[in-house]
């Protein structure tokens, strides 16, 4: 018996922001998604184009408050080929929430806090 990572999931508010988000900041495509015929919720399955890691984003009908993150100690992390690049677009949005230059990394947030770790490549 094998077991392989398939995807994430993270809970959003507002889908059309955090799909413009997602695919502004960090290059991530919708590669399916599924609606159930009531409409009560949206799954859109997120992918890189290299990986077959994916983000699951999910919006409930039903949810009208502000997910509660807690310490927010979970992320997910990316690695990019031009650090200095990304970084600078990640400053242009406005978006790195952490910053640890001492080990070469930060943080961004999406629209809904969930943290987003940035490495370069040769971590």
């Known amino acids: 018996m094998k077991f392989r990572f398939a995807h994430n999931n993270f809970n959003v508010q507002d889908l059309e922001k955090s799909l ?3 695919q502004e900041a960090l290059g991530l495509r919708e590669i399916r998604r599924y609606e ?3 409409h009560s919720f949206i799954l859109v399955y997120l992918g890189d184009g ?4 994916q983000l699951e984003l999910t919006w409930l009908r039903d949810m009208k408050r502000p997910y509660e993150l807690g310490d927010n100690e979970f992320h997910l992390a990316f690695t990019v080929d031009d650090f200095a690049a ?3 677009k990640h400053q ?4 790195i929430v952490f910053d640890n ?3 070469g990394i930060y943080f961004i947030a999406d629209p809904d806090g969930y943290w ?3 490495i370069p490549e040769k971590f």
């Open 86 to 88: 990304a970084k600078a």
């Open 101 to 103: 230059p001492e080990m």
């Open 50 to 53: 290299v990986t077959p890691h």
């Open 92 to 95: 242009a949005m406005q978006c």
């Open 36 to 38: 159930p015929a009531d």
């Open 116 to 118: 987003l770790e940035i």
């Open 20 to 22: 413009k988000f997602y």
